[in-house]
T-cell receptor
Framework: KNEVEQSPQNLTAQEGEFITINCSYSVGISALHWLQQHPGGGIVSLFMLSSGKKKHGRLIATINIQEKHSSLHITASHPRDSAVYICAVRSRDSNYQLIWGAGTKLIIKP | GAGVSQSPSNKVTEKGKDVELRCDPISGHTALYWYRQSLGQGLEFLIYFQGNSAPDKSGLPSDRFSAERTGGSVSTLTIQRTQQEDSAVYLC????????????FGSGTRLTVV
């Protein structure tokens, strides 16, 4: 079993829909990251969370430490949001290495 | 600089040749990481530098891979006697402090071994 599981693996939605991507992990963590990888390969760090909730524009990230679960939400989705969204956790046992989820490929159709 | 700079952006090399990939992190970022991403795969950790500490090389896949970071800034990843399975995008990231801050990634070097 992978230490970081993301769901769904693939998601196709219509423009304007509310999007939720989930991440579950099985290790103790010091932080959780959400990253975005565009088709060209560039990676952008979206959020780093250790508790609670963060919001940036149309993006919202939440984390429940007790349940070892995080969600990334996109409101009013747009075709330019199409990308791979990756969850990564920093394990307390290895404070510098990230354990990566497999990513969720999101396609937003106009 | 304003971001993490990697060069070259693309490299095609013949099997058996050596290659050097360069990463110029954000000025002042003490932590530097190398990852690689093979086609359709997730990110694979290779090596981590933090300040003047000995690097963590635990992710290097074989002794053909090595990396150095000169003066706590620019890093070079060297792959000797390249093999076709080395073909991947090699990504560099830097952060201000490994525990508390997010990462900034470079745009990567796409290595193709023919």
């Amino acid at each position: 079993k992978n230490e970081v599981e993301q769901s769904p693996q693939n998601l196709t939605a219509q423009e304007g829909e509310f999007i939720t991507i989930n991440c579950s992990y099985s290790v103790g963590i010091s932080a959780l990251h959400w990253l975005q990888q565009h088709p060209g390969g560039g990676i952008v760090s979206l959020f780093m969370l250790s508790s609670g909730k963060k919001k940036h524009g149309r993006l919202i990230a939440t984390i429940n430490i007790q349940e070892k679960h995080s969600s990334l939400h996109i409101t009013a989705s747009h075709p330019r949001d199409s990308a791979v969204y990756i969850c990564a956790v920093r394990s307390r046992d290895s404070n510098y290495q990230l354990i990566w989820g497999a990513g969720t490929k999101l396609i937003i159709k106009p | 600089g304003a971001g993490v700079s990697q060069s070259p952006s693309n490299k095609v090399t013949e099997k058996g040749k050596d290659v050097e990939l360069r990463c110029d992190p954000i000025s002042g970022h003490t932590a530097l990481y190398w990852y690689r991403q093979s086609l359709g795969q997730g990110l694979e950790f290779l090596i981590y530098f933090q300040g003047n500490s000995a690097p963590d090389k635990s992710g290097l896949p074989s002794d053909r891979f090595s990396a150095e970071r000169t003066g706590g800034s620019v890093s070079t990843l060297t792959i000797q006697r390249t093999q076709q399975e080395d073909s991947a995008v090699y990504l560099c990231a830097s952060s201000l402090w490994e525990l508390g801050y997010g990462y900034t990634f470079g745009s990567g070097t796409r290595l193709t071994v023919v």
